[in-house]
């Protein structure tokens, strides 16, 4: 299907918005819009962080996802306790693949789940004597944890559990860091905000424990990893580039991370942020009182990754400069063959993306690395911020969609017709069923990493091996099927 022009995707929006009651179709409109490269502000053209509408299906998680589930459970060496019922924490745990070093259950903890399993007697009496009596069981079970987090569900929030008061009492008595993060999933209007509140929690409870300590040996090249997440080892890939051109990696959040190295972060010179809706509070926090500089980087597919190694080498010496160029030509080749493989396989396919954090705009230049165009694009919990980086990225007239919902994706992917959706996991069902090739882009579908020259190697592979599957010849969306079935019987009779 060619491109839509502007009136065409003007016209598909209203289309789409007929279907709602009137104060509901003026809501959604604020949040759908046409790409304008020219705008330098995008909230000229979109509106987002607002609550979703009620009753509509709505794709984002929680206040404690963004918390626990992003930021703080990554932290490997580091013991978080879900405090609340037994499913949020479930939910959480071990979903995003989370790769790390170390003997789970030992010295490492990111694939389990500790919570304070409330009942409806805890909410009735409280919860503040349980959550104390689990950190000495804690301790007891697991003493080479380096710390403790307590990350609030709903319930705690709404009973007025003291956490702090129980933290600071069991800091003094186990002396190892316990850090009360209030972030019950009712909070905000996405888990954007657990982000912001995790970081504010690292911000008042961790960042200062080592101010004054001179012990750690610094070096002029020394820079900190911050939102890599580590999902199927996109932090290694990236981390190998930022090491071969001669930076020390001091520390790394929270992908593989320890709070030890969280601890060391204001000892660097340059914080590199690639995951900034989720990071960038604390990257502004230590700019303001550590006066460490941060960038935000992109390490998807080799424009990005060489744009982003000069860009970061730009902050150093020539010693740096001249490794980020070395880094560069090493990798060609394999990148080069890498292009030359799959771009003809590839080319002119178009993709639709819907997903969190800091996709929806850094995979672009990937794919169109590749020679495939994203047409539409949106962030289920992104602000204008975030929207201000995608208007440069995407081309005139292309569809960019805020906290789109289930009905309004469904009816765009059926006009545009895309020949590949890169989504969440509960789309992925949907769009495979109506014979629509599809990738997990939250996790990598099982596979990763996507960051690098290493990664992108690998998102080309599964980008093809998604594409040009012949199973989609195969495929026809239910209701066609029995629609067809109906027919047949009807000419027989």
Known sequence: MAALTREETEALIQEVLEIYPEQAKKDRAKHLAVNDQSLEKSNKCITSNRKSQ?????????????????????????????????????????GRRNYYVGTTGVNTFGTMNFTSDFTEKDIVFGGDKKLAKIMTEIEQLFPLNKGISIQSECPIGLIGDDIEAVAKKANKEIGKPVVPVRCEGFRGVSQSLGHHIANDAIRDWVLENRDGDDSFPTTPYDVAVIGDYNIGGDAWASRTLLEEMGLRVVAQWSGDGTIAEIEKTPKVKLNLIHCYRSMNYIARHMEEKYKIPWIEYNFFGPTKIAESLRRIASHFDDTIKEGAERVIARYEGEYQAVIDKYKPRLQGKRVMLYIGGLRPRHVIGAYEDLGMEVVGTGYEFGHNDDYDRTIKEMGNSTLIYDDVTGYEFEEFVKRIQP???????????????????????????????????????????DMDMTLNNPCWKQVKAPWKTDAASSEAVKAAA
């Open 419 to 461: 020949d590949l959706i890169g989504s969440g996991i509960k789309e992925k069902y949907i769009f495979q069923k109506m014979g629509i090739p599809f990738r997990q882009m939250h996790s990598w579908d099982y596979s990763g990493p996507y960051h690098g020259y290493d990664g992108f190697a690998i998102f080309a592979r």
């Open 54 to 94: 009620p009753g509509v299906m709505t794709i984002r998680g929680c206040a404690y996802a963004g918390s626990k589930g992003v930021v703080w459970g990554p932290i490997k060496d580091m013991i978080h306790i879900s405090h609340g019922p037994v499913g949020c924490g479930q939910y959480s745990r071990a």
